[in-house]
């Protein structure tokens, strides 16, 4: 089992950052390849950014360069760096894993990002 709790979410101005968390309980984080997606409402759940243990990172094409996701296996956590914010990344973003060898997802709750003036 993997149990996964975001944080970092909130109201920010446009061109602002912020830097969501996510930690995970459990002791198949560090096999697991990590992830966040965002959703609005009415819309799909969408990929933002993925990382596995050791290998590349995947960026959607609307967050490239802008936004860095990262990983400390030591701390079971792994985060996502927004920069240069828009208003259509508003959004409830949600941290992913994704187990391989026993083909499994776990989800987290979920935190509100919110880019406004």
């Not at 149990?3 to 920010?12: A, F, I």
């Not at 990172?57 to 400390?72: H, L, P």
């Amino acid at each position: 089992q993997v149990r996964l709790v975001e944080s970092g979410g909130g109201l920010v101005q446009p061109g602002g950052s912020l830097r969501l968390s996510c930690v995970a309980s459990g002791s198949m984080f560090s096999i697991a390849t990590m992830g966040w997606y965002r959703q609005t409402p009415g819309k799909e759940r969408e990929l933002v950014a993925t990382i596995p243990d050791g290998g590349r990172t995947n960026y959607a094409d609307s967050v490239k360069g802008r936004f860095t996701i990262s990983r400390d296996n030591a701390k079971n956590t792994v985060y996502l760096q927004m920069n240069s914010l828009k208003p259509e990344d508003t959004a409830v973003y949600y941290c992913n894993a994704y187990v391989s060898i026993i083909n499994r997802y776990y989800w987290g709750q979920g935190t509100q990002v919110t880019v406004s003036s």
